[in-house]
Each structure stands twice: as C-alpha cells, then as structure tokens.
C-alpha cells in the first residue's frame, strides 16, 4: 500500500501545479479531456482518431505520469482510475460553472437548465464517450470512460436517464462493447 501512497503522492504532485501566483491549482489532467472534447465536435475520422489516440499514448508517456504508475504497481489502474475520475468531476464542474458554455450566441443568450443539461450530456456522451468507444486499441480507453461515466452520472440529476437514452441509440455492438467496459467495480 506504500507504494500506492507513494505513487499518488507523486501523480498529484505533477498534476496540480500553481496558477494566479500560486491562488489557484491548475490540472493537467484536464488535458485528455479537453482533447477528447476538441476530436469530438470535430467530427470522427479514423485519421482524427489515429492522431487523438497518438496524442493521449504521449500524454499518459510522460515522465512524471509513467513513473508514478509504475510505482503504483499492481495498482496502477486504480491510481489512474481514482486520478481521472477527480480530474472528471473537475472537468464536469468548471464547465457548468463556465458562463460561455452555460450561454449561446455569443454569450447575450442563457441557456435554460434544461438546454444546459442537453448540452452537457451530448458532449459528454457524443463527443466524449463516442469517440473513447472507437478507440479499441487505447489502454486508457476503459479507465478514462469509466471515470468520465460515473462522474457524469454524480454530476448530474438525471444521469442515468440522459445516459441510457444516448446508449439505446447505439448499434447492438457498441452496446454491448459500452456495457463490457463499463462493467467494472469502479463503476459502481
């Protein structure tokens, strides 16, 4: 268990750095969400997705990334899982609290709750988990649907309603592939 405190120690110190003279935190583990987001709205191509699946193999290379999973050891997964869930519910709360996303056309126009929430889970379940679904070859494709999957499912109300309608309108395969990779005990 050392090493697993060890590891998270290390992790967490690479990952929250100071901003605003040192104020605020900043996250770089942000970073895989906002690119999968950015590949999402952009539209999916096999070449888009080569190239996100490129860039999040170089973000989760980095040193200070590598080396603490690899403190981790066996555990590793659960260091990358309870990692990525905090920097989803992180990702999820800034977003909502962001007055530009919470608006339209140009900011004169606030969104209803309702539209938010639409909003929301369309970027999350979309441009988010579509994209991560596609990704068959990623070893952080299950851990980082899984955290975004839960803390989707914290962040909002009616969660699990706006997720089980986005997975009924899957085809049978990506279903079934959503539902093995969501079946997991970090999941729950």
């Known amino acids: 268990m050392a090493d697993f405190n060890e590891a998270k120690t290390a992790l ?4 929250f750095f100071d901003i ?3 104020k ?3 996250d770089r583990l942000l970073e895989p969400w906002i690119l999968l987001l950015t590949i999402g ?4 191509s096999g070449r888009r997705l080569k190239r996100f699946e490129k860039q999040l193999a170089q973000f989760f ?9 690899a403190m981790a050891g066996p555990e590793s997964e659960r260091l990358l899982y309870e990692q990525l869930l905090d920097s989803a519910r992180n990702y ?3 977003t909502v609290a962001d007055p530009g996303y919470n608006s339209s056309l140009f900011g004169l126009i606030k969104l209803k ?5 639409r909003k929301l889970a369309a970027d999350v379940h979309k ?3 579509g994209p991560l679904l596609m990704l068959d070859e990623s070893p952080y494709r299950a851990v980082m649907m899984r955290a975004l999957h839960r803390a989707f499912l914290e962040s909002q109300e009616d969660g699990q309603e706006w997720f089980d309608g986005w997975r009924e309108s899957l085809d049978l395969e990506h279903r079934t592939k959503l539902d093995s990779i969501l079946q997991s005990p970090e999941a729950d």
């Open 12 to 15: 967490e110190a690479y990952r």
């Open 20 to 22: 605003k003279d040192g």
């Open 24 to 26: 605020e935190k900043g």
């Open 41 to 44: 709205r952009a539209g999916i």
């Open 61 to 69: 290379a980095r040193k200070e990334i590598s080396e603490a999973v």
């Open 92 to 94: 999820l709360r800034i």
């Open 113 to 117: 709750d309702e539209d938010r929430e």
């Open 127 to 129: 441009f988010m988990q």
